[in-house]
């Protein structure tokens, strides 16, 4: 168990947090593997690079995350006072959300199950 007064923990937890601009979508109805195409393809490149791939992606994912990254942009700009020409993606991922089930009837009365897959995304940004 962690020693000291339970206000000196959570100042020491704080000081190990990531200052750096972040979004994160929660539940976004795509699934990971497909979230991962468009993320695999903006991954360490500048923002308005990364941007214009995204406008042009013909994956429904790509709409996401292009918020997602306009998003991360702002609270770059408004809450860090970031210029946004030096802002580059230093992580994006996607994680595994919860799962809908759904049925879908087949012939001779049998269902079969659907699996409709969520996943969490996230974008951090960092100055060159």
């Known amino acids: 168990m962690a020693k000291g007064h339970r206000s000196q923990i959570k100042r020491e937890r704080n ?3 990531d200052t750096r ?3 994160k ?4 109805r ?3 593997q497909k ?4 993320l695999d393809a903006i991954r360490g490149k500048d923002v308005t690079t990364a941007l214009g791939i995204l406008t ?3 994956r429904y994912a790509s709409s996401l995350v292009k ?3 306009e998003s991360a942009i702002a609270n770059a700009e408004n809450n860090n006072g ?3 020409d030096n802002l580059y993606i230093a992580e994006c991922y996607a994680n595994k959300g919860p799962t809908m089930k759904r049925v879908q009837p087949r012939a001779q009365g049998r269902a079969y199950r659907i699996e409709k897959r969520m996943s969490h995304i996230t974008v951090v940004l960092d100055e060159k």
């Open 21 to 23: 601009p972040s979004a």
């Open 30 to 32: 795509v699934s990971v």
């Open 15 to 17: 000081a190990n947090k």
């Open 56 to 58: 042009y992606n013909p």
């Open 25 to 28: 979508l929660s539940y976004a």
């Open 67 to 69: 918020k997602l990254l």
């Open 82 to 84: 970031m210029n946004r």
């Open 35 to 38: 979230a991962c195409f468009v």
